[in-house]
């Protein structure tokens, strides 16, 4: 099986930024998702094997960006201007398929996750 492990999360105050990172290996589409205490998880943005194409959700469109280098077998989740809101656990996840989704349930793996706390 595939494994992901992300890093990258902490503590951070409001207005400031955090850059996750998902390793692992494979020609998969790649999405980043979040659940906080108590809600559903959501998505947050998936990007294409070859990086040509990306899906952002609307409350992180102008504040998030996914990247990926193959390379390294590395995806990152560079979080611009985070608010309160956005305080989750955040769970990379891989997708064999070649369409992007939103939906987790269509995802095949994922990491553990990674807390990320915004303080306000």
């Known amino acids: 099986q595939v494994q992901l492990v992300e890093s990258g999360g902490g503590l951070v105050q409001a207005g400031g930024s955090l850059r996750l990172f998902c390793a692992a290996s494979?020609?998969?589409?790649m999405g980043w998702f979040r659940q906080a205490p108590e809600k559903e998880r959501e998505f947050v943005a998936v990007?294409?094997?070859?990086?040509?194409?990306?899906l952002y959700a609307d409350s992180v469109k102008g504040r998030f960006t996914i990247t990926r280098d193959n390379a390294k077998n590395t995806v990152a989740l560079q979080m611009n201007s985070l608010k309160p809101e956005d305080t989750a656990v955040y769970y990379c996840?891989?997708?064999?398929?070649?369409?992007?989704?939103?939906?987790?349930?269509?995802?095949?793996?994922w990491g553990q996750g990674t807390q990320v706390t915004v303080s306000s």
């Open positions: 990007i294409s094997w070859g990086g040509g194409r990306t």
């Open positions: 494979g020609r998969y589409a």
């Open positions: 996840a891989a997708d064999l398929e070649y369409d992007l989704t939103r939906d987790p349930n269509e995802y095949d793996y």
